[in-house]
Each structure stands twice: as C-alpha cells, then as structure tokens.
C-alpha cells in the first residue's frame, strides 16, 4: 500500500516534471530516480560529429550557446542524397540521458541513403545539459515543455529546424527511470510503423516496459499510443500551465513523431545505446516501404 511519504514525493515530482516552467535557474543535475551516468565529453562529441560531415552528410552550427565561459554548439547533420520523405531525429533534448546523444554516430553509421529516406539529427539539443549532466538548459528550463511559448534558444532553434527541413517523421530520443523500454506515439504514427519498431527494439535485446512511468498499462507492450484522453490532456497541458513537447507540436503540424523510453538503470553503455540506433533504422526502412 502507497505511503502518505510516496504520494508525495510523487506529487512532487509530477509538480518538477510537468507543471514547473523554469525548474531551476540553472543546469541541476539529478539527484534521485537511479540515474546511471554515463561517461560524455562535449567537445569531443562535436568533433567527432563535424568529423562526420563528408560525402554523405553535411554538417551544420546551428547556434552556439554561451555557457561557463565557452561556447555549447547545437548541430544539425544532413544525409545528402536526395529523397523524397525526411526522417528528423532529435538527440538529447534532455542532457542528462546521455545514451540518446551516444547513439548519433551508430546511427549515422548505419543510415542507408539508398532507402529513399533524408536523414536528419539535431544533436546535442540541449549541448549545455549535456555538458553538466542536467536535464535543463543553462537557465533551468526543461526544453521539451517550451514548444508552447518558445522561451529557449534551444526550441527555437529546433522549431527553425522543422520549418526548413518539414519532416515528414520525427523520432525524439530519451531514457528514464523505469527497468524497460517504451515508446509513445502520436495520433499520426502509422501502427505499422510502430510495430516495426517494437520488434526492432525487441530484436535488439531490449525488454519492452508493460508499463510507463506513470504506472499507465502498454498494450501492446512497449507502447504508449495517442487516445482521446491523452489528447485532451496534451490541450489542458498546453492551454494551463502553458507548456507543451515535442510530440505535441509534431502532432499540430500532422507529422508524426515516436518518443522512444529507454532505461537510463543499466550500466552498459552499448545495451542503452542499442534501443536508439535501432528504432531510428526500423522508422527509416518503414518509411521507406511505404508508397
């Protein structure tokens, strides 16, 4: 049975996550909900991205962030050769899950151009929670409830990627607190596209949460798909306290987004990094065989 002390602290942390707006006043770190860091160098990071840029990708310093006396950059990487449908992926929207950062180069690795598909990555979308291992921006904001009232540089600039690119999919990288991985899907998510990307992940070796975070049952595992009260939710979230994710603003425009959950409780960074890379290429191939 839950405990007048539990209840609270999960109020408390409702609160923090989904009601506050700006949560500190600078780049916190977390405290609590069994974080596993891993290791992350910014600077290396960028390097070996921008190494990246060749003849398959162009690369691009969509804006530096002034943090600590140095320079955050936010980049984005494009594949080069033409398509006729864009995959958008955001990296690291949230600083502190790491894995989802670790992921890009895997996945840049393993993007086939051939396919059909433009492959875009914002990566680090937070570069300043990246470096401090911080959840939020430099001035305390969660990034991924300003897609409202666009109070950051980082969502602005992630808006300004939407605009110019218009993708036709997004796919936004995560990890949290709970022991599997899960997706949420907006309302535009083909299921055949979020199937594929079950039995990916699946296939990867990763468990499929029955599960979210908010204790909420997944059926079928793994996912958390839109319903009319979700929906409903997204509105009152984003008429009230004035915030709102990507998924939702993905959702305004009718593009469709997953939010992959991973589990940010293991120690190995390659089993945390797989459920990224692997999902990325499932929503690709998938695109790809649709007419």
Not at 242 to 256: D, F, H, K, N
Request: net charge neutral; glycine share 6%.
């Amino acid at each position: 049975m839950r405990t007048l002390r539990s209840l609270r602290e999960d109020l408390h942390l409702l609160v923090k996550y989904h009601l506050k707006h700006p949560v500190e006043t600078h780049p916190a770190r977390e405290e609590a909900l069994g974080l596993v860091e891993l290791p992350f160098d910014l600077e290396a990071y960028v390097a070996k991205l921008e190494a990246l840029g060749g003849e398959r990708f162009a690369v691009r310093r969509e804006a530096e962030l002034a943090f600590d006396g140095r320079p955050h950059p936010m980049l984005t990487l494009r594949s080069r050769a033409p398509a006729r449908a864009t995959l958008l992926v955001i990296a690291g929207i949230h600083g502190n899950e790491r894995a989802s950062l670790l992921a890009v180069p895997e996945i840049l690795e393993r993007f086939e151009a051939g396919r059909g598909v433009r492959l875009v990555v914002i990566s680090p979308a937070n570069p300043v929670g990246a470096s401090q291992l911080s959840r939020y921006n430099a001035r305390g904001y969660d990034i991924n409830r300003d897609f409202k009232r666009f109070e950051t540089e980082e969502a602005r600039v992630i808006r300004a990627v939407f605009e110019r690119e218009r993708p036709d999919f997004v796919v936004s990288l995560h990890e949290g607190p709970q022991d599997a991985t899960f997706m949420f899907a907006n309302e535009h998510v083909p299921s055949e596209v979020a199937r594929r990307g079950l039995q990916a992940i699946a296939a990867g070796g990763a468990t499929l949460a029955v599960r979210d975070y908010f204790g909420l049952p997944l059926d079928p595992p793994g996912l958390s798909a839109s319903t009319r009260v979700s929906r409903v939710a997204n509105r009152v979230w984003a008429a009230v306290p004035g915030m709102m994710a990507t998924i939702q603003y993905s959702a305004e425009r009718s593009i469709p987004e997953l939010v992959l959950e991973s589990s940010w409780r293991e120690r190995d960074a390659s089993t945390r990094i797989r459920p990224h890379v692997d999902l990325v290429d499932a929503v690709s191939r998938a695109i790809s065989d649709q007419p």
